[in-house]
C-alpha cells in the first residue's frame, strides 16, 4: 500500500466522520469542527492527485496542491465567519440552536 | 474545440466586468464612510454597459468570448468564457444590483452626522461582492475558480442576513452558512476527483475528456449534491425561508433574485458543458423529480404562511423547482431542447425580476403599514395603490399568465414536455400554476376590500418606482422574440452520446 | 527503507484516532484541543505526500491560526455562562447517521482506488511553463499561485478581505468603528510576557525569510504571512499590544494592500504585457516578489482581525 492510497484512504475516513459529526452534534461549534475535519480530508484527496501526478522531474503535480493552500484558507476565513455568528447569538439569546421553529414565529417581523 | 482555448478580442470586456466590482469593493473599504454608497451607486451605469457589450458581441459574432487570464491558455492557465446565457445572466444582474442599490439608499445610506455607520458599509460592500462573484460565476471557465467564486457569494450573503442583528436573524444566517458551507465542500470534493481522474478542470476540456467511469459520476454526485444544497433545492431547502424572510428587502430581492440562481447556473455548466456526453436520463429524471417536489410542497407551505415575506420566500423555494424541470427537458441534441433550454433560462430571468420586485414591495408594505401580516392587509391596495400594482404585475409572472416572462417560461416548458412525450412534467408546471394563483389571490383578496386602513408612513415615491420597473421587465420578457431564444444557443454543446 | 510503510500506517492510524476523539469528546475544549493536535499529525502526513509548502501552511494556518480562532470562541463562549444543556441525539439516529457516513466514506475510498492509472498530470506543462509564464521560479507551486493561476490567488485575497467585514459586521452598531475585545481577559503570567517578547521577533525574521525564499524554495507569502499573524496575536494575547480599532485608516490599507496591487497589476498587464495578469518578461520575478511582498502584509493583519472578533464597546467584554 503506498503512501499516496493510505493517505487517501485516510482521506475518505475523514471525509466520513466528519459528515457524522457535522449531522449529530447539537452546537454549532461542534459542528464547525466537523466541518473542519471534513475539510481537511476532501485536501487530502487534492493532495494524493498530487502526489500521483508525480512526473517530468517533479516529484508532484503542483496545481493540486496550490488549491489546496488556497483551500486551507478560505476554509478559516469561513470558520472566523462561523465563529463570529456563533458567538453573537450566544450573546443575544439564552440557546445556541438552530431550530428554524423557535426563529420563524408567526408574530415575527419588523424587518423591512 | 481548440479556439476556445484562445483569447478572442472582445475578451478583454470579460476580465474588465469582474475587476469594475471587484475594484469597487476594495475602494469602498478603505476610506469607508459615504464612500461606499458613491462608489457602489456610481458602478452601476459601467457594470451595465459592460454587460450590454459583451451581450453585443456575442450576438455579433455568434460564438463565446474567450479570454485566456495571464495569455496561458488551458490546462494549466485559467480561461473566462461568455456565452448566450453568460451574456444574458450578466445583463441581468446588472440591472437587478442597480435597482437594488436604488432601493437600498433610502434604508442603507450612511446617516447624518456619522462618519460611517454598520449596516451602510457592510451592505455596499457585500452588494458588489456579491455582484463580483456573480460575474465570475457567469463567465467563469475553471472548476476551482468558480468554487472560489461560490465562496465570495457565500460569504457576501450570508451577513446579509443578519445585517439588522436581530437574534432569529444570526441564527438564519448561521444555518445558511453551515448549509453553504456543506455545499461548496462538497463541490470541492468533487473537484478533486476530476482533476485526479481528468488531468483539467477547464470545462471544455473536461468535456472532451470525461469517461461515464465510477469516478466521474461519484464526482458528478458530489458536485451536484453541494449545488443543490446552496440552491436550496427540496429537500434542503431548510434554509431559504427564515433566512429570506427575516433579511431587509433590499437583501432578500438580491439573495432571491440573483444569489440561489448563482449556484443553479453552475449545475447548468456541470451537466449541459462538462458531462453532455454521459447517459445521464436518470439523473435528468430525479432532478426534475425534485423540482416537482419544490414546486408542489413549496407552494402549499406558501399558501399557509401569516407574514408576507415568508410567503414570497416559499414561494422561492418553489419556483426554484421549476428551474429543475429544465434537466429533462433540454436533454439531448433533439429538436426539443432548445425549447427546453430556452424555458430555463427564460425562468431564471423573469424569476429573479419579478421576485425582486416582490421583495422590494413587500419592504415598502411593512414600512407603511407597520407589519407584514397578510391577515392585516384589508383595504391597503387603496393607500398604497403603485405597491400593490407591483405585487399583482409580479405575481402574474410568477402564476405564469399571459403577458409574462413567467408565462413564456411555462408555455416553453409545456410544448418541451409534450414534443419529447415526457406528459408527466406538465403536471407539476400546470398545479405549480393554479398553486401560485392561489397564494397571490391570499394577497390581493383582502388588500382589494373595501376596509379602512391607515398608514404609519407613507413609503418613497422612488423606491416604488423601481419595484414598478423590475416587474414591466419581467413581463416585458414575455414578449421576448426568437431571436432572443437564439441567442440563449450560442456556445451550447450539443450532446455527443459516448458509444 | 522497510520502517517507512509501517511508519505511515502508524501516522494514518494516529490522524484518525485523534479526528475520532475530536467527534466524540464530550466536552468542547479538550474536542478543540483535539483538533489541533490533529492538525500538527496531519503536517507530518503532508511531508509523507512530498507537500513541504501545504504542510507548512496546515501547520500554520489549519491547525495553527484556527486553533486559536476554536480556542478563543471556546473560552468567550464559556465565559458568556449562559448555554442551555445541550440536547442528546437519540440512538437510532446516531445509527443512521453512522450508517450514511460510512457509506459516504465508503464510496469515496472506492473512487480514490478506481483513480486512473496512469495519473494525468499538469506538472509537464508546468515544467515547460517554468522558464517563461512561470519567471524562473523554482518553486512551482509559487509559480503556480503567482502566475499561471494568479486570478484565483487574487480572489481569495479578497475572500480574505471580505470575511474581515463580515466578522466586523456581526458586531453591535454602537461598537462600530472601536476595537475588538484583547485576545486575552486577564492580566497574563510573566512566562508568557516573556514567551512574546523572545519569540516575536524570531518569529518575525522567520517569516520574512519564509515568504523570501518560497520563490525557489518550499514556502510563499501565505505561510510566511500566516507566521506573521501569529507573532501579532502572540503579543496581542500577552497583552503587549492591543487590537485596533477598525476604522483606523493604517489598518485598512494594510488589509488591501495586498490585493489592491495584485490587481493594478494585473490590469497593468493588460496595457504592457499584451494579457490581464501577464508580466513583462524578465522583470517578472522581482514583480511577483513585490506583489508577494504586499500580500504578506495583507494576511499578517488580516489573520488576527478575524481571530479578534467583531468590534466591542467595553474594553473587558
Redesign the interface.
Known sequence: MTPSVLAGLTGAALVGLGFYGLILHPHPLRKLLAFNLIGSGVFLVFGIVARRGAAAGFRFDPVPQAMVITGIVVAFAASAIAVALILRLSMESRNVTLDPEVWTRPNGGGAT | MAELGTTTPGGYLLVLAILLPLGGMMLSFTPGGRWAERIALGSTPFGFALACAIAFDVGRSGKPIVYAVGGLAPPLGIALRADGISAVMLVAAAIIVAAAAFYARAKFATPEGVRESRSSLTYWIMLQAIWAALTIIFVGGDLFNLYVALELLTFAAVPLVCIDGRPETLAAALRYLLFALFGSISYLLGVALFYGAHGTLDIPLLAQRVQATPVVWTAAALMTCGLLAKTALFPLHLWLPPAHANAPAAASAVLSGLVVKGSFFLTLRLWFYVLPALPAEKIAIVLGCLGSAAIIAGSIVALRQARLKLLIAYSTVAQIGYLFLVFPLAAGAQSWSAIGWSAGVMQILAHAFAKAAMFFSAGLLAEALGHDQIAKLGGAARVLPLTFLTIALGGLSLMGLPPSGGFSAKWLMLQASAASGQWLWTLPVLGGGLLAAGYVYRILAPALSDERISLVSSPRRSQEVVALALTIIALALGFAPQAFFDFLEIGRPLAVRLP | MSV??VL??VL?SL??GV??F??AARD?FA??VG?VA??LL?AF??I????P??AL??AA??SG??GV??IT??K??GA?K???P??R?GLS??IL??V???L?????????????DP?????????A?ASG?GAGLEN??T???M???????M??K??????V?????????KA??SAPAPLRQSRPYAPMVLLAQTLAPVGVLIGIHIFWTGADAPG?A?QGGALLAAMWMVTMMARLAEPPRI?A?WL??A??AG??VF?VT??A??VL??????YPPGIAKPIILAIEAFMVLSIATA?PM??A??PSERPDQ
Open positions: 517507512l510503510p505511515d500506517v494514518a490522524v484518525i479526528a475520532l475530536t467527534i468542547l474536542s478543540v483538533y490533529y492538525g496531519l502526513v503532508w509523507r505526500l512530498y507537500a509548502d501545504v501552511t496546515e494556518v489549519g491560526v484556527t480562532l476554536l470562541a471556546g468567550r463562549l458568556l449562559n448555554a442551555a445541550e440536547m441525539p439516529l446516531k447517521t453512522g450514511l457516513a460510512a459516504v466514506a465508503g464510496a469515496l475510498g472506492a473512487a480514490i482506488l478506481m483513480l486512473p495519473p494525468p498530470s499538469l506538472a509537464p506543462e508546468a515544467a511553463a509564464a512551482p507551486i509559480a503556480v499561485l502566475s499561471y493561476r494568479s486570478f484565483d490567488t480572489l481569495e479578497i475572500v480574505l478581505i471580505l470575511a467585514v463580515g466578522v466586523w459586521s456581526v458586531g453591535a452598531n462600530w468603528g510563499g501565505f476604522d485608516q485598512r490599507m488589509m488591501v490585493p489592491a490587481l494585473g490590469l498587464g493588460g504585457a499584451g494579457s490581464f495578469f501577464a489573520l478575524l481571530v472578533g467583531p
